[in-house]
Each structure stands twice: as structure tokens, then as C-alpha cells.
């Protein structure tokens, strides 16, 4: 049983859209905030978008403020990231991750469970 499964990734042109999906397992239920990183080849891993699974609090990095929705479906332990005007520059694997505690902090070393990562490419 793995903590954290991102599926939903794939190739798109730029404006097209794609949503991401993020099962937390049963082992990791009293993580109470999820959350999206993404790595692009070259680059540090960003923060890209954080949810406390009650969804009552979210967070995002400013270049995908307005194009970016996170959200989460508290029956199904789902945690999506709906990503609309696709760019160019956010083609990158894109990574589940979960921590414990009620604040969601932009920092990957506060984050204890890792999915295994999916692609998002864009082409223009």
C-alpha cells in the first residue's frame, strides 16, 4: 500500500487543461494538509498549491494564482489540482505530499510522505 498515488498527468498543448489527482491511504489520516510540488529537470522543487484536508484553507505559489484550483473530496480521500491555461514553463513532474500539523507551509523538507510523481508536459 503506498501513502500517496498522483495519477492524472499527460501531454497537452498550452491552453488545454488537466486535472490531477492525489489518493491519500488510510495510513496517512491524521495528516491533516496536502499538498502539490513540482519539479521541472534543472530546477528546485516548488511548492505549487496546499490544502488542509477539511478544506477550509488553501495556498498558492504566485505563477499559477487564477489558473490553478486545489480541492478535495474528504469521502473519496482525494486531494485534486485542477490545472486550467497550461503553459510552457509548467511542464514538470508534479508531486503529492503530506505533513502533519494545520498550517501549510511552502518548505518540501516539512513534508513527510511523498507520492510517486506525475508528468505534465505542455507543448506550444
Known amino acids: 500500500q503506498v501513502p500517496l498515488v498522483e495519477s492524472g498527468g499527460g501531454l497537452v498543448q498550452a491552453g488545454e487543461s488537466l486535472r490531477l489527482s492525489c489518493v491519500v491511504s488510510?495510513?496517512?489520516?491524521?495528516?491533516?494538509?496536502v499538498a502539490w510540488f513540482r519539479q521541472a529537470p534543472g530546477k528546485a522543487r516548488e511548492f505549487v498549491a496546499g490544502i488542509r484536508r477539511s478544506g477550509d484553507y488553501t495556498s498558492y505559489t504566485d505563477s499559477v494564482k487564477g489558473r490553478f484550483t486545489i480541492s478535495r473530496d474528504s469521502a473519496k480521500n482525494t486531494i485534486y489540482l485542477q490545472m486550467n491555461s497550461l503553459k510552457p514553463e509548467d511542464t514538470a513532474v508534479y508531486y503529492c505530499a503530506a505533513k502533519n500539523g494545520i498550517f501549510i507551509i511552502q518548505s518540501e523538507i516539512n513534508y513527510d510522505y511523498w507520492g510517486q510523481g506525475t508528468q505534465v508536459t505542455v507543448s506550444s
Open positions: 488510510e495510513r496517512t489520516s491524521t495528516l491533516v494538509v
